[in-house]
């Protein structure tokens, strides 16, 4: 594993922009940076990666069914009682699920370690499964890399199959709050790949649904049969109109089950089924009163995303942390494991599943130790 400088292409910025990805540059800094590369041998990506990924994934859903099965484990999730019997009902009828990412910190040697799944709303997907295989394949075009270089990166092949596979209802409608620039385009960037895959889908923004006599209906009130949402199950739970999902017969991407793995209690409750597995980190539920922080340990919200409500003490005493809105709920704390600092970035590797199986990686930098939705995305190549 290394990072290595390269030349960017000429006028990818205006090739980004009319491919819909509108989101390349943030308040004036870069989003996307093709300034520089990671290189990975085959061997850490199938053995370090991508069989881990399947693993950890598959560890998660065992803790599915200890989960429904225990109310305290359900209150320490911290997920409504009046949905309980719902979220159940989603895991026993087996609705399908789409995609996730764990967010692993590697080294490049030694065993990945499992920092936290997101399971519900993540995105740098049209990054990962589309703009950076166009960059390897352009980039090797013109010689700027070895004709042998490959990427671990089968994302959106794997999509397709998935859309043309599962028994989706139709029309689909793909949901996310209409002006969020980034949101939108991963649903736009879905929507896609499921028109191509031969789903009727259609783009609704969350704030036009609506609702008659217990349905969830779009802006014509048309019952919505099944949708997509981008947008978290926690919050969705808590909207006015959460009530009418009890009620609504809508088919959900993500199920409803998917709210208990995109929460960061999965951390302690993995740790503590499978504890001392290479994979993971010690993590606790933080009890009420606990002691201020110490050394060496990270203090994570129950619900919380890119790094949002974040604090970390690392082993030498230094203190970082970032503000966030999620601070009505509780909060666990997991052991610090570094990431690998790369000249004066620190890197962070996204590795995603569609349904049950490993499908890409992407990276993240940042001048912190904490990777937040402003952290630069960098492609990366696979040679041996």
């Not at 950890?56 to 949905?83: F, G, T």
């Not at 209802?169 to 649903?187: A, H, L, M, W």
């Not at 949402?229 to 739970?237: A, D, I, S, V």
């Amino acid at each position: 594993m290394k990072k290595v400088a390269i030349h960017e292409r000429p006028g990818w910025r205006q090739y980004a922009e009319s491919v819909g990805f509108d989101f390349h540059t943030f308040d004036g800094e870069a989003y996307w940076d093709e300034s520089a590369y990671y290189q990975f041998s085959l061997q850490q990506i199938e053995q370090d990666i991508e069989a881990p990924t399947e693993e950890l994934h598959q560890m998660a859903l065992s803790l599915v069914p200890d989960i429904l099965a225990d109310e305290q484990k359900l209150r320490l999730l911290e997920v409504p009682e009046p949905y309980w019997d719902w979220l159940a009902q989603s895991w026993r009828t087996s609705q399908p699920h789409l995609y996730g990412r764990l967010d692993l910190a590697y080294h490049g040697k030694g065993p990945a370690k499992l920092l936290e799944l997101n399971y519900d709303t993540p995105t740098s997907l049209f990054e990962t499964g589309f703009f950076q295989w166009v960059w390897l394949e352009d980039q090797m075009m013109r010689g700027q890399l070895p004709q042998g270089a490959d990427q671990f990166n089968s994302l959106q092949d794997k999509l397709e199959q998935a859309f043309a596979t599962m028994p989706l209802r139709q029309p689909c409608y793909f949901s996310c709050i209409g002006d969020n620039i980034e949101d939108k385009g991963t649903v736009n960037y879905l929507l896609d790949i499921a028109t191509q895959a031969g789903i009727d889908g259609r783009f609704l923004a969350l704030e036009q649904l609506g609702e008659i006599n217990g349905q969830l209906v779009d802006a014509d009130d048309f019952p919505v049969q099944a949708m997509f949402k981008l947008y978290p199950w926690e919050f969705m739970l808590r909207e006015e109109f959460g009530q009418h999902l009890l009620t609504s017969d809508t088919q959900w991407l993500e199920p409803a089950w998917k709210m208990l793995l995109s929460n960061k209690g999965i951390l302690p409750l993995l740790w503590q089924k499978f504890p001392n597995h290479p994979n993971l980190l010690p993590s606790f539920f933080e009890s009420p009163g606990e002691a201020s922080l110490r050394s060496g340990w990270v203090r994570k919200p129950l619900y919380s995303r890119e790094g949002a409500n974040i604090e970390l003490i690392d082993p030498q005493g230094n203190k970082l942390t970032v503000d966030g809105p999620y601070t009505d709920a509780g909060f666990i704390r997991q052991e610090f494991y570094p990431l690998p600092k790369f000249d004066q970035s620190y890197t962070l590797i996204g590795s995603w599943l569609v349904g049950d199986s490993a499908a890409g990686m992407g990276i993240r930098e940042d001048n912190t130790l904490i990777t937040k939705d402003s952290s630069r995305f960098l492609p990366h190549i696979i040679l041996d």
